[in-house]
Nanobody, 126 residues
């Protein structure tokens, strides 16, 4: 599967952005999806996960109540709505698909994800 992330940019603290991730080449609706991010000079970290049906989500504590992950299976698209952005949210954001289809578990370990997009840069100024 090929993933294309978009929607990154420069925003002031307190602002909002919506990231999109479009998938092609595989049955998008059968796989759980996740967002990860890599801040400058740091390791890649988990942000959010949504199961294949879209009925269950899971968030890192650092983004809970500020970010919302969602998906529109009919358009093979994953979203990340980011509100109340902080300078520490500055990072390259990546979307990824689970290695295995279906399932109702939450995943946050990068090794559970098999395909990755190229990343989109989000910069939050103070």
């Amino acid at each position: 599967v090929q993933l294309q992330a978009s929607g990154g940019g420069l925003v002031q603290a307190g602002g909002s952005l919506r990231l999109s991730c479009t998938a092609s080449g595989r049955t998008f609706s059968s796989y759980g999806m996740g967002w990860f991010r890599q801040p400058p000079g740091k390791e890649r970290e988990f942000v959010a996960h949504i199961i294949w049906s879209g009925t269950s989500t899971y968030y890192a504590d650092s983004v809970k109540d500020r970010f919302t992950i969602s998906r529109y299976n009919a358009k093979n698209t994953l979203y990340l709505q980011m509100n109340s952005l902080k300078p520490e949210d500055t990072a390259v954001y990546y979307c990824a698909t689970n290695r295995l289809p279906f399932g109702s578990s939450w995943y946050s370990d990068p090794t559970d994800f098999g395909s990755w997009g190229q990343g989109t840069l989000v910069t939050v100024s103070s």
